[in-house]
Nanobody
Framework: QVQLVESGGGLVEAGGSLRLSCAAS????????MAWFRQTPGKEREFVAA???????YYPDSVKGRFTISRDNAKNTMSLQMNSLKPEDTAVYYC???????????????????WGQGTQVTVTS
């Protein structure tokens, strides 16, 4: 059974930083595509960042240059470093993984088969 457990959310002022972590069990992240999504009430889950099994990274324009996805193979964890946070970054953030991972990671939620429980990030102005 694959489990993803997130940590690191919280409350931060605009311009500040947070680091989210996602610990995986039951699946080796280095053999998978992995991603972060976020969701606000009444809206669809939004793609935030992804990393392929080969280490290539992908970001939407809204977070490019501010967010960084990374992976620790020894700990089987993935992280999302978020800098220069804005109030519009406020959301519940989810990590996700998909396998097999033959191509570039998808930006669509339907292509991920396991998800974390979500962690709240609140950015105040």
């Amino acid at each position: 059974q694959v489990q993803l457990v997130e940590s690191g959310g919280g409350l931060v002022e605009a311009g500040g930083s947070l680091r989210l972590s996602c610990a995986a069990s039951g699946r080796t992240l280095s053999s998978s595509n992995m991603a972060w999504f976020r969701q606000t009430p009444g809206k669809e889950r939004e793609f935030v960042a992804a990393m392929s099994r080969y280490g290539s990274t992908y970001y939407p324009d809204s977070v490019k240059g501010r967010f960084t996805i990374s992976r620790d193979n020894a700990k089987n964890t993935m992280s999302l470093q978020m800098n220069s946070l804005k109030p519009e970054d406020t959301a519940v953030y989810y990590c996700a993984t998909s396998w097999p991972a033959w191509g570039a990671p998808s930006r669509a939620t339907d292509d991920y088969d396991y998800w974390g429980q979500g962690t709240q990030v609140t950015v105040t102005s």
